[in-house]
DNA sequence: AACGAAATTGAAATTCATTTTCAATATGGT
DNA sequence: ACCATATTGAAAATGAATTTCAATTTCGTT
């Protein structure tokens, strides 16, 4: 499950400088996190990894800072189908919009971007008079080594 | 936020039959509940309706029934993009594909229906090799009434 | 209509992710 | 360095959903 190419270094760091919203020890370790995750990464994971950088780092804090990422838009969070359960995993926004399938055996997650998102999310502003924030489509089914 | 039009009396009991599955005196309840609602119910909605129908059925009963359904691809599970929390929401499964959008001020929920989610599956299915078997298109925003 | 294997139920206990509380501590503008 | 204010950690609380297991019910068979 691979997540878009783009990392970017520092660039959550300075979005929140630039926002007046301070940083700690704690949220540096996060944001570091979540701007070089290679994978969509649940709370617990990412509390595993932020200990690594700083061992006193507590599970509040991690949920506390997603949530600060979340409400300044700078991460989007994803259910994927809740195949293992009800946990919530994370991917740093990137300006493009894509869907995410999730294989209900195996658990891999595929993204996949295309234009018809954007036109259904322009469709649906416009004939519905509906501002759009956040559009999330997730698909569960079987990916090309589960089918059977 | 109305459900599809067509409501199905028996629909969901004689499904259920057919398949060879023991219709039981709660489970009757809950399915006309399911069949008849005109909104998105979550669990414990469904068990307060259900206890006018019979008042003695359990939360636990609710929830592996609406599991079983969910299984037999009878109803579908939403999200509603947690804006009343984390709980479930529910609806049965009618043939069409449609998305929700959800007020992230009021919870209002709009559906909306469109062949460009049609599109969008199949689109998917040949170019990933991912067969697809629930799709769901949440939207979060903000409705007519609610933009400021 | 009764029998009985197998499925279903309820009640309590449990799980698990997430949130709240509140006193102690750290941040960053002055 | 000061200090108002924001953030943190630890423990407790929440809340949805699931597990467990003995008691009950269903429905095909007799």
Redesign the interface.
């Known amino acids: 499950m691979p997540l878009p190419e783009t990392e970017s270094p520092g660039f959550l760091q300075s979005k929140l400088m630039e926002r007046g919203i301070r940083l700690t020890r704690q949220r540096r370790a996060i944001l570091s996190i979540m701007e070089t995750a290679k994978q969509h990464l649940d709370a617990s994971q990412i509390l595993r990894k932020a200990r690594k950088i700083d061992a006193e780092i507590d599970r509040v804090t991690v949920y506390r800072t997603l949530g600060l990422l979340k409400r300044q838009g700078l991460i989007d969070e994803l ?1 994927l ?1 809740h195949v293992q359960g ?1 946990r919530h995993f994370y991917e740093r926004r990137t300006g493009r919009d894509h ?1 995410h ?1 999730t ?2 055996r195996c658990g891999k997650v ?1 993204e ?1 971007e ?1 234009h ?2 954007e ?3 322009t ?2 502003s416009t ?18 080594n589960c ?1 059977t």
Request: hydrophobic share 45%.
């Open positions: 259910d189908m009800e869907l399938m294989c209900l595929i996949f295309s018809l998102l036109k259904l999310k469709t649906v004939e519905c008079s509906f501002s759009v924030v956040i559009a999330r489509l997730e698909i569960g089914g079987y990916c090309q089918r």
